[in-house]
């Protein structure tokens, strides 16, 4: 707690007129002229009050007994134990400048595009968990001063030839970069910072324990290393477009600098240094059954992000408007073209089953992705302690993804020929414009794109099984199995009218089925256990506690 300094009140942060206010006397102070007599003794630590969360482990700083109720990382109502503890102090702090009520604001904005997440995210009980926390981030600072030597290349075509040219290019660098900033903290993911991004750096503050005081702050658990490479890598392609750029001439003007990320880090003497700072966001947990999604503001900006879960019942709910919609009109059309719409009703179900696996055996890999922790590099971090560099070498990248998209690009390639084949049998003409009657050629495509379809759902059900942090869920086995049906219907009569309408029906549902396993795989994965959740005894806490230097 901060002192008034003319009555003795309790002094918080006031985001509006950036100052901070005693609740009492309303005595306003700037917050570089407010400190604790143990902050002016050590200036490289200060003394908080860290709140250690029973239910998951999580643990926060923060001047105000308010946080003895409350944990901002898994929504807990429950008292927090607290303990008086020295931190290493943030070189940097950006001050909150949205107001809770601007954030609010902000968030609702983007739960009006989510049309299937939760209605409880837009009851102003819930808005009004949004809690104002202090992020750590790494703010890297780089420099590159020194003489280099590097080879340049153009290559020059006319009618006949091509030539390339190399050249020898010498020269003095003198650059800095500074304000590449990346989150320290183990449970704010890398993508929900990237999302609520930029932070304008050129309005941070030197820190002062004060500019704290009526908030939370979330404890630095992420090595700087971490996120050295990435303000390397991005300091040497600038270096390099420039060094580019300033040797063109009339003679070579298309010249191009070709170095590897460790050449350039060499030439260009590339150091990078890492500072601490904290950044403003505005958190808030919503519980979703075990788990917790979370909903981010950006404190100093506006910008809003989250991991929406999907509503089981507004999906459900949406399903079955869309069914009432298009089966009446689907049986109008069908009593006026008898014949013929029934077999047009299937294959468009069959195309719609064909879409619902594509997605589903798209979003499998995507979700693969997201389950093994490799898009965040501190989690991958933590779980192997290996820096996690994404463009170490693209070439060698791009070969990789090939390698392992092959599989994708035939079977991408595959459904576009099927979908093309088969528009003149759905608008029931040929390239002449004549009518087609239902033959041969027609039902060997709905068989071999039924296979594609059952192809598409056994790599999905299998990858779904692989994921770690998800249950394995069995709606896209269903629905194959009810694929497998129409299949049988098919080989053993596909000209039967009646049969044709119980095929669409059972490929529309298949496709529900589907597409309601990929809700369900989605939700647990856009949602999480708790930050912080691998709980242990209270002994080893205290102890990474003492051991710990933020």
Not at 81 to 88: N, V
Request: net charge neutral.
């Amino acid at each position: 707690m901060f002192a008034c300094k003319n009555c003795g009140g309790n002094i918080i942060y006031d985001i509006k007129s950036q100052k901070l206010v005693c609740k009492q006397c309303s005595a306003s102070f700037a917050p570089e002229s407010v400190t604790k007599e143990n902050d002016s003794v050590d200036y490289d630590y200060f003394e908080t009050t860290v709140f250690t969360c029973p239910q998951c482990g999580a643990e926060i700083m923060c001047e105000d007994n308010e946080a003895s109720s409350f944990c901002t990382y898994c929504a807990s109502s429950t008292v927090l134990t607290s303990r008086i503890s020295k931190e290493k102090k943030p070189d940097y702090i950006i001050p909150f400048e949205k107001t809770k009520e601007e954030c609010i604001g902000e968030f609702k904005k983007i739960t009006k595009k989510a049309i299937f997440a939760p209605s409880e995210l837009k009851d102003a009980k819930i808005l009004n968990q949004f809690k104002a926390i202090y992020v750590p981030y790494w703010f890297y600072e780089v420099n590159q001063e020194g003489i280099f030597r590097v080879s340049g290349m153009e290559l020059q075509r006319d009618a006949e030839y091509s030539t390339t040219y190399y050249y020898d290019v010498n020269g003095y660098i003198n650059g800095k970069f500074e304000g590449i900033c990346r989150d320290a903290s183990y449970s704010f993911s890398d993508d929900l910072g990237e999302r609520i991004a930029p932070f304008f750096t050129e309005r941070k503050k030197k820190f002062y324990p004060s500019y704290l005081s009526g908030f939370y702050a979330d404890i630095s658990d992420v090595e700087s290393v971490v996120y050295e490479h990435e303000a390397e890598e991005l300091a040497n392609d600038v270096a390099r477009e420039v060094v580019s750029m300033s040797s063109c001439k009339d003679e070579y003007k298309d010249m191009k600098i070709y170095l590897s990320n460790d050449e350039a880090t060499k030439q260009f003497n590339t150091a990078v240094s890492a500072k601490r700072a904290l950044f403003p966001i505005w958190f808030m947990s919503f519980k979703n059954e075990k788990k917790v999604a979370y909903m981010t503001v950006n404190g100093q900006t506006g910008k809003a992000a989250s991991d929406f879960p999907i509503s089981k019942r507004k999906f459900l709910i949406g399903t079955l408007l869309l069914t009432l919609l298009f089966f009446p009109l689907a049986f109008l059309t069908l009593s006026l073209f008898k014949q013929r719409t029934a077999f047009a009703a299937l294959d468009i179900a069959l195309l719609l089953s064909a879409a619902s696996y594509i997605v589903y055996y798209v979003q499998m890999k995507i979700l693969q992705i997201k389950d093994s922790g490799s898009e965040d590099a501190g989690r991958f971090y933590q779980k192997t302690k290996v820096v996690y560099i994404k463009n170490k070498d693209k070439n060698e990248l791009l070969k990789s993804y090939i390698k392992q998209s092959i599989i994708d690009i035939v079977l991408g390639l595959f459904y576009v020929g099927m979908m093309l084949w088969e528009i003149p049998f759905i608008l029931n003409i040929t390239s002449q414009g004549k009518l087609f009657s239902v033959g041969a050629v027609s039902g060997f495509f709905r068989i071999i794109l039924i296979i594609g379809n059952l192809i598409l759902a056994a790599i999905g059900f299998i990858r779904g099984g692989k994921l770690k942090n998800s249950a394995k869920f069995y709606g896209v086995l269903f629905g194959a199995l009810l694929t497998v049906s129409v299949l049988g219907i098919e080989l053993i009569n596909s000209t039967s009218v009646l049969l044709s309408i119980i095929s669409s029906v059972l490929l529309c549902a298949g496709a529900f089925l589907t597409i309601f396993d990929l809700v369900l795989y989605h939700n647990e994965l856009t949602t999480r256990k708790p930050a912080h959740l691998k709980k242990r005894g209270g002994d080893a806490i205290a102890e990474d506690i003492n051991n710990f230097s933020m």
